[in-house]
C-alpha cells in the first residue's frame, strides 16, 4: 500500500516541490487547495492526473485553513500517514495588513490540524510536519540561529508562527504526536511567489536587461537573509517526518547575504555589474559595467544608467535585520547535505525569468499587452 500524504498549500511553491518529490517515492498526495476565482494551480499543472484514469496519485481537495470542520473531514477521509501543514498567509510585509486573518489561517489554522488528528483517534497513526520559520528568531538574540536560540518574533506573521510551533511542541508533548517543527531558513527557486524580494530581484533584472523596465524599486537593502534553494529544503521536511523521535530542527545553509549583494549576483548573472551610491532613501544602484553573456538579450543599458532604487513604501514597521542558521544538528542526524550554493540558485533564478521575460517580450512585439507589473 502507497503511503498517504496530506499537503495543505500544495499550490505554493514548497507544496509543488514537495508534491515532486514524494510523488517520486510512490506516495498518494492529496492536497489543499482554496477555491478562487482563477486557475491557482499553475505551480503544479505539470503533476496533474486525469482524474478518471486508474491508478491516480495525486488528489486535490477544496479547503481552507480557517474552517475546522472542512479540515477534520477531509482527515478522516483521506487517514494520511503524514500531513504537511505547508498552508499559510506566508508574506511577513502583508501580515502587518492583515494581523487577524493572518493569526487565524496560520496559528489556529495549525491548531485546527492537529486537533483534527488528536479527535479522529490518528495520533498513532499521522505524523505531522510544522513549516515553522526563521522569521521566529526575529530580533536576533545569537548569531548564528539554532534549535535553542530564544524567539523575538517582529512580525503578525511570526507571533502567529510563534503560536503554530508552540502548540506543535505542546501536542506532541500532551497527546504523544509525532509532531515537528521545521525552522526552515527563506528558501527560493524559479517558482518562488513573485512579490518575495528575490524573486522579484530576478524578475526585474530579466525585465531590465531585456528593456522591458526602468528601475527596480527596493525597500531595505541591508537587510541580510540565509537563502537556499526550496528543492533542497523540501527534502528535509519529508526526512524529519522519517526520523526515529519527532523533535524540531533548523534547516539552513549557514551563509548570510544582504538584498544589495542579491541584487549584484542576479545582474551579474547577464553580465552587468552595479555599484551601489549614496545612502539610505537615497540609495542608487548605478551600472558599472556592461558585458552580456547572451547576445540575443540585445542589452541597451549604458554606464551610469540608474537601474535600482530605495522606496520607503516597503520598509517594515519592524524589521528583522538579520538572519544566518546553525544547522549542525540536522547535518549530524538526518545527513542534511544542500545541493545547491547561492550563486547556483540565483543562476537557476535568472535563468528561469530570462527564459520568461523573452516569452514576454516576443508577445510585446507582436503586438499583446502583458500585465504583470503588481507588487
Ligand atoms: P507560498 O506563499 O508560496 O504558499 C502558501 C500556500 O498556502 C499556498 O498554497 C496558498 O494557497 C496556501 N494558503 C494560504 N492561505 C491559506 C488558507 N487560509 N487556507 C488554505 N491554504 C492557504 O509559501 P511557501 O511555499 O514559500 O512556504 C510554505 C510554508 O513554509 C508557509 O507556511 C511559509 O510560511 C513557510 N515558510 C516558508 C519559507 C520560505 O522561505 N519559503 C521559510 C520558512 C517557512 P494559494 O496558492 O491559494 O494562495
Ligand atoms: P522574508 O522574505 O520577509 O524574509 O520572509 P522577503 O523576501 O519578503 O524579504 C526579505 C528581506 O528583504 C527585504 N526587502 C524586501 N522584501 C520584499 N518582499 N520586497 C522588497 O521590495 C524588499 N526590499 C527589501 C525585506 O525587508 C526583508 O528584510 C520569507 C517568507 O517566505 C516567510 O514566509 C518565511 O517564513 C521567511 O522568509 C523565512
Redesign the pocket.
Known amino acids: 500500500m502507497a503511503k498517504k500524504a496530506l499537503i495543505t498549500g500544495i499550490t505554493g511553491q514548497d507544496g509543488a516541490y514537495l508534491t515532486e518529490f514524494l510523488l517520486n517515492k510512490g506516495y498518494e498526495v492529496h492536497g489543499l487547495k482554496r477555491r478562487s476565482s482563477l486557475f491557482n494551480t499553475d505551480r503544479i499543472d505539470h503533476l496533474y492526473q486525469d482524474p478518471h484514469e486508474s491508478d491516480v496519485r495525486l488528489k486535490l481537495h477544496y479547503g481552507d485553513m480557517t474552517d475546522s470542520m472542512n479540515l477534520t473531514r477531509l482527515i478522516q477521509e483521506i487517514q494520511p500517514d503524514e500531513i504537511y501543514n505547508l498552508a499559510?498567509m506566508?508574506?511577513?510585509?502583508v501580515s502587518f495588513e492583515t494581523p487577524e486573518y493572518t493569526a487565524n489561517a496560520d496559528g489556529i489554522g495549525t491548531l485546527r490540524v492537529l486537533e483534527a488528528v488528536r479527535l479522529l483517534g490518528l495520533s498513532e497513526k499521522t505524523r505531522v510536519y510544522q513549516?515553522s520559520?526563521?522569521?521566529l528568531f526575529g530580533k536576533v538574540q545569537e548569531i548564528p540561529q539554532k534549535e535553542t536560540t530564544p524567539f523575538y518574533p517582529r512580525?503578525p506573521?511570526?507571533v502567529a508562527?510563534m503560536y503554530a510551533y508552540w502548540i506543535t511542541v505542546n501536542y506532541r508533548e500532551a497527546y504523544n504526536l509525532f509532531a515537528c517543527n521545521g525552522i526552515?531558513?527563506?528558501?527560493?527557486s524559479p517558482i518562488r511567489?513573485e512579490?518575495?524580494?528575490?524573486?522579484?530581484i530576478t524578475r526585474a533584472a530579466a525585465k531590465i536587461i531585456l528593456g522591458l523596465q526602468d528601475c527596480l524599486?527596493?525597500?531595505?537593502?541591508d537587510?541580510?537573509?540565509d537563502w537556499g534553494h526550496a528543492k533542497d529544503y523540501v527534502e528535509m521536511m519529508w526526512l524529519i517526518l522519517q526520523a526515529d523521535i519527532p523533535e524540531d530542527w533548523v534547516i539552513a545553509t549557514g551563509v548570510t547575504t544582504s538584498?544589495r549583494d542579491f541584487v549584484r549576483m542576479a545582474f551579474a548573472h547577464v553580465g552587468v555589474s552595479l555599484e551601489f551610491k549614496g545612502s539610505g532613501v537615497d540609495e542608487v544602484g548605478v551600472v558599472s559595467k556592461v558585458n552580456p553573456t547572451d547576445p540575443e538579450l540585445e542589452c541597451k543599458l549604458t554606464v551610469g544608467q540608474e537601474v535600482v532604487r530605495v522606496?520607503p513604501r516597503?520598509?517594515?514597521p519592524t524589521?528583522?535585520?538579520i538572519?544566518i542558521g546553525d544547522p549542525t544538528k540536522a547535518k549530524e542526524k538526518l545527513g542534511w547535505v544542500p545541493r545547491y550554493t547561492l550563486d547556483e540558485l540565483v543562476k537557476d533564478m535568472m535563468e528561469g525569468d530570462v527564459a520568461l521575460m523573452k516569452k514576454d517580450k516576443y508577445l510585446i512585439e507582436a503586438g499583446h499587452q502583458i500585465f504583470r507589473y503588481f507588487?
Open positions: 499559510a506566508s508574506h511577513v510585509q513549516a520559520t526563521s522569521e512580525s506573521y511570526a508562527k526552515l531558513f527563506n528558501h527560493e511567489g512579490t518575495f524580494v528575490t524573486r522579484k524599486f527596493l525597500g531595505n537593502l537587510s541580510k537573509r538584498v522606496d516597503y520598509f517594515r524589521e528583522v535585520d538572519l507588487e
